[in-house]
């Protein structure tokens, strides 16, 4: 689907959500420059999730003299890390059973200055009531990277990667670029150590992304790969490929493009430390596309393996470009398909180039600004000061 046919999709989830009584907040809201913000967070994904790597150390940086966090979940399947996200807040909301109106009246009653949602069009989401409007300002950020299409979200948080100012007709919001990427990385604390490949050992490239994000362009453009680099394998990752249907199905695409199936291997995740020490057994990450890597572009780069890319023509399309770019692995981008091919061909020609990125990559990232919360959250809360004081300035 085209950009112009999928903003027409959001715009018109936007007239069908219409609400004729927004703004639902009191006429007579503080709207004073000045005051300590209430900044209500909106997510079905307060668990683990990779909102746990990048919104929770977001509202646990913040400066808690300056702001107040409220968490509205509407989390259905809570987990052990549920409880990080609510001690993380200065109050816990657990609204999944509340119905649009009601959930409106709590926001309104808790006289949340700024309402940001980070589910957008994914589920468990809770667009309705930001239709409704009940705070002044309401905000997109978070796990949906596209437009959301309601005319009641004011701002959407993003940056000159994700976000270049040529793609501001694509959406509703205003977009506001306020950090080098729009989101920072905190790794896990139980992060295995990264382990070295055997020089001489085949080739093997791999994804550890959602088999969801598993297409036809993605196994074109790995097929490509594999014939140009032609003793290498490819590794697939991901706690969905432990289904056989799913196997064939990606073997069967992988055999039309003339691969073989021996050249094809699975794994199915596990927990996330094991997920993560599986790394090892990868020389080079291939994005997928056309929708991007996001979470696992940083996970590789903290395991010691480098990504490689072609930038997407859509946000989504350009996580893995972003990331790299900012986490200390530029030359991962690249500027064609043919390119990736060339630069995929290039790297398993120099396994002493392989060899001294999976001693660097884990540095460089922890030391580069993707993985600097502290910078990112001011760069965050204060784009948020400054959007409320221009709303304050504008209704005053």
């Known amino acids: 689907m085209s950009r112009a046919e999928l903003f027409s999709e959001h715009v018109e989830f936007g007239k069908l959500h219409k609400n004729p009584k ?7 809201h503080d709207l004073a420059p000045g005051k300590k913000p209430r900044i209500g967070f909106v997510s079905g994904d307060f668990r683990f999730h990779a909102m746990l790597f990048f919104a929770l150390p977001l509202i646990e940086a913040r400066d808690k003299s300056a702001f107040e966090v409220f968490c509205y979940s509407t ?7 549920t409880p990080d996200f609510r001690a993380g807040a200065d109050h816990w909301r657990d609204v999944r059973a509340l119905s649009t109106e009601a959930l409106t009246q709590v ?11 980070l589910s957008g069009h ?17 905000v997109a950020w978070g796990d949906y990277v596209d437009t959301r299409g309601l005319e009641t979200i004011d701002v959407l948080l993003g940056d000159a990667i994700h976000t270049p100012a040529e793609d501001d ?4 919001e205003r977009v506001v670029r306020f950090a080098p990427d729009y989101v920072a990385y905190r790794p896990p604390h139980y992060a295995p150590s990264v382990s070295a490949r055997p020089t001489s050992a085949p080739m093997v490239f791999g994804t550890f992304s959602e088999v969801t994000k598993i297409g036809s362009e993605s196994i074109r453009l790995w097929a490509a790969v594999l014939k140009a680099v032609p003793e290498s394998r490819i590794l697939l990752n991901g706690y969905l490929l432990a289904d056989q249907t799913r196997q064939g199905n990606i073997i069967s695409a992988f055999m039309d493009e003339g691969i073989s199936n021996e050249r ?8 996330h430390a094991a997920f993560l020490a599986q790394y090892a057994e990868v020389d080079v990450i291939l994005d997928t596309a056309p ?25 989504c399309g350009r996580h893995a470009a972003a990331h790299l770019i900012n986490g200390g692995f530029a030359e991962g981008v690249l500027p064609s398909r043919d390119d990736l091919v060339a630069k995929a061909k290039e790297l398993a020609g120099n396994r002493a180039r392989l060899a001294e990125l999976r001693k660097t990559l884990r540095p460089k990232l922890l030391a580069s600004r993707l993985c600097d919360v502290e910078a990112f959250a001011k760069d965050f809360y204060g784009a948020l000061r400054t959007e409320w004081k221009a709303l304050s300035k504008k209704k005053g």
């Open 75 to 81: 989390t259905t399947k809570t987990d052990p890390y």
């Open 169 to 172: 007709k694509y959406f509703t």
């Open 22 to 28: 927004a703004p639902a907040f009191n006429p007579k």
């Open 122 to 138: 994914a589920p468990h989401n809770r667009l309705p009531v930001f239709a409704a409007k009940p705070a002044p300002l309401q």
């Open 291 to 315: 929708y991007s890597g996001g979470l696992t572009t940083c996970e590789a780069l903290l395991m010691g393996v480098p990504v490689i890319t072609v930038a997407g023509d859509r946000f």
């Open 264 to 271: 094809v291997i699975f794994k199915d995740g596990g927990l």
């Open 107 to 117: 926001i309104v009653a808790d006289q949340i200055d700024i309402l940001i949602d």
